[in-house]
């Protein structure tokens, strides 16, 4: 039996190469030899000779082909292409559709050339022989030419049919616009029309089987040949280097057994060996269906000639108008609806496939290029996350209607486009699309034929006028690609429209510089992570691995704050990526970090106990890399507990912008030229509740920084919780809407989109003084901690971030594909940075290595000075009263407030001065020195109880006065430099209480009070107090003197008006780390205010403050207590220390603190009772030993001695009094004991005459 070629009209490539080989082997790549060997070509005929009878056989593959690496890059221009871009390098396939390539056993022969050429003759080239009339010349056809008459000779045995279709193209042009458009701006590449078309004839064959059939003889008898796959071939047109251009038709093997993606990376495959010569022959045998292209040159509609062993060819014209439509204008074509046409026909072998089954299978293919389905799969398969464009029927309502309809799609985008945003890089959920009905075109009664239609857009991105195709793919660039953006919850309509004249405006790349930094930020935080991976095996860091964006992320707000001008830039920030921070951002030394992970540490540098490497501080210095300027950079310390230090870096913000005068109401500028930064994990932005209160405060006078740049770096994951599990809301950030910050949502994939975002928001944060969050979605590479395994909890995401390559590694792919940089450039950079890491590394291990000791009390570091003055001149406590009455006549006090500011005159000049009055003093002498007054907390400008009175109010208009503003002045009105800031809080604790600990972080020389409205209420603060207040110094050598004002004392009022839990703080002292005081006086708290002031100590005062021992007429003091005496840590009682009473006849000692010290006072003297003496302990700690000591010596009779307190016996001083007066007074306090309520769960009882009972069994016990 004879068989044709199995390569079909290939065959003349394969003789060419097999005529070069006997010629010389050499001159044929050697892949071919094994093949060429064996070859034996049919016998040598003329060109008109009849074609050998069809083969049975209908492929020389032996087996399934595996298809290659999908890589969507432009496709070469090709004869089975319509509309196909010109040639361009072919760009590496993204992973999402990434597959092997072929594999194959042995490898096949490849071409060596890339378009046909003649071989070099032996002898001279025959010469065409002239026409006996002179005029006319004759050839002899060879090679390929000779092939293709050869073929189409063939081809005449063929008895074939024709079906034709006419197929509207618009679904597949405005799909393929969508796709393209998203390939632009992430990865590269494009789909062309053969793509599309490609794939819906492999789909079709699918439902028609027998189209793929071919015919043949066997043993005489005609067979129908169905192959066990689909190989379509595709006509690759190639240009040779004498210009001739030839003809192959290569296929792509096994089309039914792909996806989209890993069809069109066979389909860029072959062609891209095509080009490069790199086809073997088994590409060109089994072709089992063809596609042919003649549109491209214009061609509408064709009949190909069908080769032996297909039974079919599909042609494709060309995409034009209907002919009629042609002379329309653009206009009127748009306005009709008319689209472009595609003619298909359907060649196929009569004898095997009949007329109905080939208009079916267009049919079907019809079908398919307008189908959802097919696109839908198409997009996903892309990674596309929107819906594609839908066919739908034209919508013959009138212009006008539309017009609002496009205008309602636009408002649509701006204010749902960003739940379509491409921002998740791990696309867990990748079998729906991110899309919303408001976002859909269809829903606003608008179609595809709508696209080309211009309609009003009312100045959207600057025009009156604009086609919907440009309004909508201006709409996605905006908000649908790698960045959603919320803001149109923002109230100020300035600020939305500013926003949208950024960010609905043409894309514009990094220049080339600037993406090779982002690189090189993107290797500092990868290659830093990798080293402390490889050197520290199992050591907990809290790794960056999976969001390292965020090192290029803030890199650029701090570049862009340097552009601004600013001074400082103050990060706060939990332990997730720390690290990686403090090395690439702030500049920490790498020899520090090493040496913290060698736990190699100097004992001579240690401070305190000291703790773990990822919650320590750093400082440093940025410098801009395309500027001139610089701007100081810092890290706050931070502990474990999430977000804790929110509020404690606006406070210490706020301190430094009210040093610099350039914050809210200062004297200078309002710039506030230091930025709060502040990181977040998405899981503890929406769960701890003091990320809604540090938020609350952002707008209010007493605490605003004019605004934070928030970043959440999302790692979808919280430990082990799903989102799912730790959030109500569709986003971690929506607590940040309350306060109306612009949220942007940032795929971490992209360090483009990311520092884009990151310096908008800088521009936004200087341009409106408000606070902008950044979510950055990206994953966590390992487990919470670097020796947790998440797969146990989250499998499906970890079977994805698995196999996921990092950031870094595919923007360099992106950037030397697109031939940014060189392979060896990105590979030097990277090689740079690890061999400085190596160096570092090396010579920390070098150092001198030194014991571990315990650590050491920081208790003496800070002492007070001896000899230290409180006391002050009585003029200028004169001149403090006269202040409370210079309002002016023309100011309306309140007539309940006026005769408390008289009042206050008075005991100015005349003493018995009241808590409220002594407490005003104080402030208003340091006010007079020139020092810094902050006094904040709920109602702390009238009082809790009435009785501050620090602002007054004008009765008619509301306009303020403040006195103590006068004595920041002197008498000859020069400024003394003092500044006194009181405000009232928000209803907070936790948050507030951070920020006056920031404050008083930021500026030590401040005077920083907080005060609880009631005592009790500090227990929602005590992240604060555990974590800061009185760990700080030992923990990172931060320093603060804040001062806690807490009412407290038992009065009847309930378990929660009643105490501020003074055992707390007691439990929490050790090292000297505070001063923790219940002043029983007037002028005693005067003095230990002044104290704390003027001692240049800083550590935080606790005190315990009166309620209504502010109006015990008895809790008065008189003026020379405040001009002549300073703060003592033990009070005697008056008969004592300053009167003539006997301590010899004192049998009883009763030592107490605070209000109680009255009650007992009183019963002395009713009872007459001088066996008895009341020695009050102003200072709980540090215990004042030597000066209680020196107290106890005078009694020498006394043998009975008693701790009284009101609070309950596990409550109050006594848990500590108990243990340690004997151990530290063994000789004068070894056999002490208690008299108080008995131990209680609550604080108090909640009954007032259960209380009257209970205090007075107190103090007969005191007197029994």
């Known amino acids: 039996m004879n068989s044709p070629s199995p390569f079909g009209q290939n065959e003349w490539l394969v003789e060419e190469m097999y005529r070069k080989f006997r010629e010389d082997p050499s001159s044929v790549d050697p892949s071919w030899h094994e093949f060429l060997v064996d070859y034996s070509p049919e016998p040598t005929t003329d060109a008109s000779s009849a074609p050998a009878r069809a083969n049975g056989s209908s492929t020389r593959s032996s087996g399934p082909v595996s298809p290659p690496e999908p890589a969507p890059a432009p496709p070469p221009k090709t004869a089975s292409s319509n509309g196909a871009a010109k040639a361009t390098p072919a760009q590496k396939a993204p992973e999402k559709l990434a597959a092997k390539a072929p594999e194959k056993k042995t490898e096949a022969a490849k071409t060596d050339v890339k378009a046909p050429e003649k071989a070099p003759e032996k002898k001279a080239p025959e010469k065409s022989a002239p026409n006996s009339d002179g005029g006319d010349e004759t050839q002899v056809l060879r090679g390929a030419a000779a092939a293709v008459v050869k073929n189409m000779s063939a081809s005449l045995d063929v008895p ?22 998203h390939l632009k701006r992430t990865r590269g590449g494009k789909i062309s029309f053969t793509h599309l078309l490609g794939y819906a004839i492999v789909q079709a064959v ?42 192959v038709v290569a296929s792509i093997k096994n089309c039914e057994t792909m996806r989209f993606g890993q069809f069109i990376a066979a389909y860029e495959d072959i062609v891209r060996r095509a080009r490069d010569g790199k086809l073997t022959a088994e590409d060109f045998a089994g072709v089992t269906i063809s596609l042919t292209n003649p549109g491209t040159i214009g061609t509408v509609h064709s009949v190909p000639r069908l080769m032996q062993g297909q039974g079919a060819i599909i042609g494709a014209g060309a995409m034009e108008y209907p002919a009629e439509f042609q002379g329309a204008s653009e206009e009127r074509i748009n306005e009709v609806g008319i689209g472009k046409l595609m003619t298909l026909t359907s060649t196929y072998d009569h004898r095997i496939i009949q007329g109905a089954e080939s208009g079916d299978f267009l049919r079907t293919i019809h079908q398919l290029l307008l189908d959802d389905e097919f696109y839908d799969e198409i997009f996903r398969e892309l990674g596309i ?57 269809n829903t606003h009664g608008l179609t595809l034929w709508d696209l080309d239609r211009e309609f009003k857009v009312n100045g959207f991105a600057g025009k009156t006028h604009k086609k919907l195709r440009d309004v909508l793919g201006l709409l996605r660039d905006a908000y649908c690609r790698h960045v959603g953006v919320e803001y149109t919850h923002i109230l100020e309509p300035e600020q939305q429209q500013w926003l949208q004249e950024r960010i609905e405006v043409k894309h514009e790349k990094p220049t080339v510089a600037e993406q090779k930094y982002i690189l090189s930020k993107l290797n500092a935080a990868e290659a830093f992570e990798t080293f402390l991976q490889t050197k520290y095996v199992g050591q907990k860091r809290f790794s960056l691995e999976g969001a390292e964006t965020v090192i290029p992320m803030m890199d650029a707000a701090i570049d862009q704050a340097a552009e601004h001008g600013l001074h400082e830039v103050v990060i706060g920030m939990p332990h997730r990526g720390r690290l990686n921070v403090l090395a690439n951002i702030v500049g920490k030394p790498y020899s520090q970090i090493f040496t913290e992970f060698e736990g190699n540490l100097n004992p001579s540098q240690a401070h305190g106990s000291g703790d773990v490497k990822y919650h320590l501080g750093a400082s440093g210095t940025y410098l801009q890399m395309f500027g001139d300027n610089d701007i100081a950079v810092s890290l706050v310390a931070n502990p474990s507990h999430l977000e804790a230090v929110d509020p404690v870096l606006e406070g210490i913000v706020r301190a430094k912008q009210d040093m ?3 914050g809210e109401e200062t004297n200078g500028s309002n710039d ?18 003091v990320v809604a209160e540090t938020l609350n405060l952002a707008l209010l006078r007493g605490y605003r920084t004019g605004g934070t740049i928030h970043i959440i770096v999302n790692n979808q994951i919280g430990f082990t919780t799903s989102p799912y599990d730790s959030r109500s809301s569709e986003y971690c950030t929506d607590v940040a809407k309350m306060i109306g910050a612009p949220i942007f949502h940032v795929n971490g994939d992209d360090p483009e989109a990311a520092v884009w975002v990151a310096k908008l928001a800088m521009d936004f944060r200087q341009k409106f003084k408000k606070d902008v969050v950044i979510d950055m979605l990206c994953y966590r590479r390992r487990g919470h901690n670097e020796g947790d395994d998440p797969s146990m909890t989250q499998p499906n995401m970890y079977d994805v971030i698995d196999t996921k390559r990092g950031v870094r590694k595919t923007y360099t792919e992106a950037l030397i594909g697109r031939g940014d940089i060189s392979m060896k450039e990105a590979e030097d950079a990277l090689r740079d940075y690890q061999g400085q890491l190596e160096r570092v590394f090396n010579e920390v291990r070098e150092l001198e290595k030194h014991a571990v000791e315990p650590s050491h009390s920081v208790e003496s570091d800070q002492m007070v000075p001896a000899g230290m003055t409180t006391a002050v001149d009585k003029s200028l406590l004169a001149r403090i009263g006269d202040a409370h009455l210079a309002f002016g006549e023309d100011f309306n006090v309140h007539p309940r407030v006026k005769p408390v500011l008289e009042k206050r005159r008075e005991m100015a000049y005349e003493g018995k001065v009241d808590w409220a009055f002594a407490e005003l003093l104080a402030l208003g002498t340091f006010l007079a020195e020139g020092k810094t007054i902050r006094l904040t907390g709920q109602d702390t400008r009238r009082g809790t109880f009435t009785q501050r009175h620090s602002v007054i109010i004008d009765r008619k208009t509301g306009k303020e006065f403040t006195p103590l503003d006068l004595l920041t002045v002197d008498s000859d009105g020069n400024p003394t430099g003092g500044r006194f800031m009181v405000y009232d809080s928000a209803l907070s604790e936790y948050a507030a209480v951070g920020f006056e600990y920031g404050y008083s972080v930021g500026n030590p020389k401040a005077l920083v009070l907080w005060e609880a409205q009631f005592g009790d209420f500090v227990n929602g603060a005590q992240s604060i107090i555990d974590e800061f207040i009185s760990s700080g110094e030992a923990k990172w050598g931060q320093l603060s003197d804040v001062v806690l004002l807490l009412p407290h004392g038992h009065e009847g009022q309930g378990p929660d008006h009643t105490s501020a839990r003074i055992e707390r703080f007691l439990l929490l002292w050790a090292e000297g780390s505070m001063t923790i005081a219940m002043p029983s006086t007037p002028a005693n708290y005067f003095h230990l205010l002044r104290r704390h002031g003027l001692d240049g100590i800083q550590r935080p005062l606790i005190v315990a403050t009166p309620k209504s021992m502010l109006r015990n007429k008895a809790a008065v003091s008189d003026l020379k207590d405040f001009t002549e005496q300073k703060f003592r840590s033990v009070l005697e009682e008056p008969t004592y220390d300053e009167g003539d009473g006997d301590r010899s006849k004192v049998t009883r000692i009763l030592l107490t603190s605070g209000k109680l010290y009255y009650e007992l006072a009183a019963r002395k003297t009713k009872d007459k009772r001088e066996d008895v003496a009341i020695v009050r302990v102003e200072q709980l700690a540090p215990l004042p030993r030597r000066r209680l000591a020196e107290t106890l010596d005078r009694y020498p009779n006394a043998k009975e001695k008693f701790w009284v307190q009101e609070e309950p016996a596990n409550q109050g001083a006594w848990p500590t009094m108990g243990l340690t007066l004997p151990e530290l007074l063994p000789d004068h306090l070894a056999g002490i004991k208690r008299i108080s309520r008995r131990a209680m769960s609550a604080p108090s009882s909640g009954s007032s005459k259960v209380h009257a009972v209970e205090q007075q069994e107190i103090i007969d016990e005191a007197f029994a």
């Open 160 to 181: 074939t049919a024709t079906s034709v279709r006419a197929i509207p193209a618009k679904a597949m042009i405005d799909n393929r616009i969508v796709i393209n458009n």
């Open 206 to 247: 699918k439902k028609f089987p027998n189209m793929n059939r071919h015919f043949a003889e066997v043993d005489g008898k005609p067979n129908a040949i169905t192959p066990a796959h689909t190989n379509l071939g595709l006509a690759i047109d190639l240009q040779g280097k004498n210009g001739s251009r030839q003809l």
């Open 385 to 441: 996350p929107y819906e594609p464009v839908r066919w739908r029927i034209d919508n013959p309502d009138s212009i006008e209607d539309k017009n609002a309809r496009v205008i309602e799609l636009i408002a649509a985008y701006r204010n749902r486009g960003h739940l379509m945003a491409d921002i998740d890089p791990l696309r867990l959920d990748n079998t729906r699309f991110r899309s919303h009905p408001d976002l859909d075109v």
């Open 672 to 689: 506030f030229t230091v930025v709060p930064m502040m990181l977040h994990g998405d899981a503890a932005f929406a769960g701890q509740g």
């Open 660 to 662: 610099l005068d350039t």
